[in-house]
Every structure is written in structure tokens, then in C-alpha cells.
T-cell receptor, first 113, second 108 residues
Framework: AAGVIQSPRHLIKEKRETATLKCYPIPRHDTVYWYQQGPGQDPQFLISFYEKMQSDKGSIPDRFSAQQFSDYHSELNMSSLELGDSALYFCASRYWAGNTEAFFGQGTRLTVV | KNEVEQSPQNLTAQEGEFITINCSYSVGISALHWLQQHPGGGIVSLFM???GKKKHGRLIATINIQEKHSSLHITASHPRDSAVYICAAHFGNEKLTFGTGTRLTIIP
């Protein structure tokens, strides 16, 4: 069965560079959640989308932006990268109606050097 | 405020022992997930529960809606079960709220 796909799996960037992370949800899932997990830390909610509209916003820095496209995949754009942005970024997808299970991607491990 | 608490934070056990990890939440939820994360790895969803009990191999998850409590049990634990186990709750249709995780170490 298809799972949530994230790309790339690993990414190394230098300070002040830009990174784009992609999340491809389970087919027919209309909701995507983005989370950031720093080393040894709990996942922190960044932002979510439902039907291509932002549905909720958490602790996402102003340097970050995200969107959900017509095919429901989502991209997290990160600019002016800082060392503290090094983390595992994972997304989860869900079908909003019907209280269904959320499925998780494997995550993108971003290292800022 | 939507809160999820887990216990214990760290758990070390001998191979073969029966393991229980607990999760409590503050208000009514629509669903609760049990997740597994190996060091440096991504997150794997083990179970989603909204009521009752689920079993998969040596893993069992239960939820008591009235007591706002869920447990994850591992029978005949094995060193490969060593990981961080996280419970995460959906409060309505909101984002998942994560517990702090339980770091499980199984010693051969």
C-alpha cells in the first residue's frame, strides 16, 4: 500500500541557504500536518493544510512558508537557514472526515552547517 | 488546554519481560496514536485507537475513554523493541498533540 512519501530523506545545507521539503500524502488524504523534531526533543507542530488551505499554524518561524498543491502534496520552504533549524521534519496525512488514522512519513533530516 | 502525558520517561528491562507504557490525556479525544521511533529514524505508526483494544504480534494497545488513559504493552520483549514510543492524540480534528515519549531499552 502507498505510504506518505517525503523527499529528500536527508539534506545538508549551509547557513543562510534555502531548503524545500516535500510531502506526498496517502492517496485521497486531504489533510497534511508538518512537524519539526530537534535532536532529543518532542515533535513540534509547524503547520497544517486541509483542502489546499492552511487549517492551523503552530510554532513555524516567519522564515518558513508552506503550501498544499492541487494534487494535495505539500511543500515546506525554509529560507535563511540557521544552525538551529537542524532537525527531523516529518509530515503526516489524514482524511479529514471520518476520524481516520493519520499516516506518517519517514521524515527529512535537515542538517544546517 | 489539550495535553498528553506519558510515563515512564525511561524504561530499561531484560529481554523477555512484559512492558507497559502509559498515556493520559486531558480532555476528550477523537483518536489516539501509538508511534515508534528508532534512534535517528523516522516515525512509524503502530496503532490508532478510538476505543477498546488492538493487537498486532507482540504489541497490544488499549484505551479507556472514561479514564482518558491508554496503554501500550509489549509481550516477550526483545532488544529490537528498543526505541522511543510516543502517544499522540487528536483532539477533535485538530493537529496531533504528542506526549513526551518513553525511551525503552531492552537488555539481552
Amino acid at each position: 500500500a502507498a505510504g506518505v512519501i517525503q523527499s529528500p530523506r536527508h539534506l545538508i545545507k549551509e547557513k543562510r541557504e534555502t531548503a524545500t521539503l516535500k510531502c506526498y500524502p496517502i492517496p485521497r488524504h486531504d489533510t497534511v500536518y508538518w512537524y519539526q523534531q530537534g535532536p532529543g526533543q518532542d515533535p513540534q507542530f509547524l503547520i497544517s493544510f486541509y483542502e489546499k488551505m492552511q487549517s492551523d499554524k503552530g510554532s513555524i518561524p516567519d522564515r518558513f512558508s508552506a503550501q498544499q498543491f492541487s494534487d494535495y502534496h505539500s511543500e515546506l520552504n525554509m529560507s535563511s537557514l540557521e544552525l538551529g533549524d537542524s532537525a527531523l521534519y516529518f509530515c503526516a496525512s489524514r482524511y479529514w472526515a471520518g476520524n481516520t488514522e493519520a499516516f506518517f512519513g519517514q521524515g527529512t533530516r535537515l542538517t544546517v552547517v | 488546554k489539550n495535553e498528553v502525558e506519558q510515563s515512564p520517561q525511561n524504561l530499561t528491562a531484560q529481554e523477555g519481560e512484559f512492558i507497559t507504557i502509559n498515556c493520559s490525556y486531558s480532555v476528550g479525544i477523537s483518536a489516539l496514536h501509538w508511534l515508534q521511533q528508532h534512534p535517528g529514524g523516522g516515525i512509524v505508526s503502530l496503532f490508532m485507537l478510538s476505543s477498546g483494544k488492538k493487537k498486532h504480534g507482540r504489541l497490544i494497545a488499549t484505551i479507556n475513554i472514561q479514564e482518558k488513559h491508554s496503554s501500550l504493552h509489549i509481550t516477550a520483549s526483545h532488544p529490537r523493541d528498543s526505541a522511543v514510543y510516543i502517544c499522540a492524540a487528536h483532539f477533535g480534528n485538530e493537529k496531533l498533540t504528542f506526549g513526551t515519549g518513553t525511551r525503552l531499552t531492552i537488555i539481552p
